[in-house]
Every structure is written in C-alpha cells, then in structure tokens.
Antibody, heavy 120, light 107 residues
Framework: EVQLVESGGGSVQPGGSLRLSCAAS????????MSWVRQAPGRGLEWVSS????????NYADSVKGRFTISRDNSKTTLYLQVSSLRAEDTAVYYC?????????????WGQGTLVTVSS | EIVMTQSPATLSVSPGERATLSCRAS??????LAWYQQKPGQAPRLLIY???TRATGIPARFSGSGSGTGFTLTISSLQSEDFAVYYC?????????FGQGTKLEIK
C-alpha cells in the first residue's frame, strides 16, 4: 500500500524558511516522479513543483520559482521541499503527491498534507 | 497557462439522482484530463485519468467523458459518500493546472 506522510509544516514569519518532508513507502520510490501541490485555506488546488524519479529533472510554478527548491533522497525514500522567502500568500496545506508510472503528470496518491502558516 | 473552468460552482442533487459536472479548458488538452474528489479535511483522491479511465478502486457509477476543451464527470446514482468537492486537472501542458472546483451538496 502506498503511504505518503508529510511533516515539517508550521508557523513562520514573512521572509522565513521551512523544509517540508514527505516519507514514502509501499512502492519503488526511485521509479516515480513526485510533486508538491498546495491548497490555501478554503481555496482550490495549486501545483507547486515536480521532480523526476532520479531527481535530475525539476520544474516549478512561476509563483514559487527562485524561492522553493524540490529535492529527493531515494536512499531514504523521502521527498523534500525547501520553502524560503515566504509570503503570506504561501499559507496553505502542502501535499506531496505521487505520479503514476510512465511520466504522466497527474497524481495517483496523495499524503495527508502539512500546514504552512506565514504570518507576522 | 491553460485555465480550467468548472461549472457549476455548487451543485445540489438528491441521493440516488444523477450528477453532471463540467470542466472546460482554455485550449485543447487532448485527453490529458484528470478528476479528483476531496472531502473536508482530507487529501484529494484520484477518480478519473485520461478523461475517461477510472482509477483503481473507483466505483463504476463514476464516469468521465470529453476531449479537447470540454469534459464531463458523471455520477450515475449519488451515494451519501459522494457529496464532496470535485476538481479537474489538465496535464497536457506545463504548468499543470486545476479547475476551481465544484461542490456537490445534498439537496
């Protein structure tokens, strides 16, 4: 059974940083692309960033480019999102999501999410 | 960026009845369209991909159709557990974009 467990969220001041983690199990982690998707309170879903199975390919939404960095440690089956220069509009639940095999860019499994609150 | 527009924003339907949700793309996404269900306090769950293929474990009462710019999610006979928010997502072009959601509520 696929399991994705996020951690690392919290309350931070504008301009601050956090590192979000997503511990994965139940599948061959290094064979699957992974993404972060966020959801602001009471709002819809926004794709944030993706990374290939090897970690060699990444992309980002324009809204976070230059401030967020996605990475993965396949030996630890863990996905990361370093979030920096945080703004109030980054306040959201951050979900890690698994892509299906074959490079398709939809999400067949999701974690339960970790909340990031940016406030002074 | 491809803009995904869902309608209606809220749909009120009685249990046992059929629900039809729409999703329109601002340009063609071929059949690269997914649907998700989200219940309060929960993560989204994949229902449909490739516009019409049900994900593993999804009941047959859920069906998807369409291609290009117009898509439909149909729930043939609503069960109590189906009342939730539904999102469409295109994955034909980067950035991958979601619709704003349709809230399916009990009438």
């Amino acid at each position: 059974e696929v399991q994705l467990v996020e951690s690392g969220g919290g309350s931070v001041q504008p301009g601050g940083s956090l590192r979000l983690s997503c511990a994965a199990s139940g599948f061959a982690f290094n064979s699957y692309a992974m993404s972060w998707v966020r959801q602001a309170p009471g709002r819809g879903l926004e794709w944030v960033s993706s990374i290939s199975g090897s970690g060699g390919g990444t992309n980002y939404a324009d809204s976070v480019k230059g401030r967020f960095t996605i990475s993965r440690d396949n030996s630890k089956t863990t996905l990361y999102l370093q979030v920096s220069s945080l703004r109030a509009e980054d306040t959201a639940v951050y979900y890690c999501a698994k892509h299906p095999y074959g490079g398709y860019n939809f999400f067949d499994s999701w974690g339960q999410g970790t909340l990031v609150t940016v406030s002074s | 960026e491809i803009v995904m527009t869902q309608s209606p924003a809220t749909l009120s339907v009685s249990p046992g009845e059929r629900a039809t949700l729409s999703c329109r793309a601002s340009q063609s996404v071929s059949s690269n369209l997914a649907w998700y269900q989200q219940k309060p306090g929960q993560a989204p769950r994949l229902l449909i991909y490739g516009a019409s293929t049900r994900a593993t474990g999804i009941p047959a009462r859920f069906s998807g159709s369409g291609s290009g710019t117009g898509f439909t999610l149909t729930i043939s006979s609503l069960q109590s557990e189906d009342f939730a928010v539904y999102y469409c997502q295109q994955y034909n072009n980067w950035p991958y974009t979601f619709g704003q959601g349709t809230k399916l509520e009990i009438k």
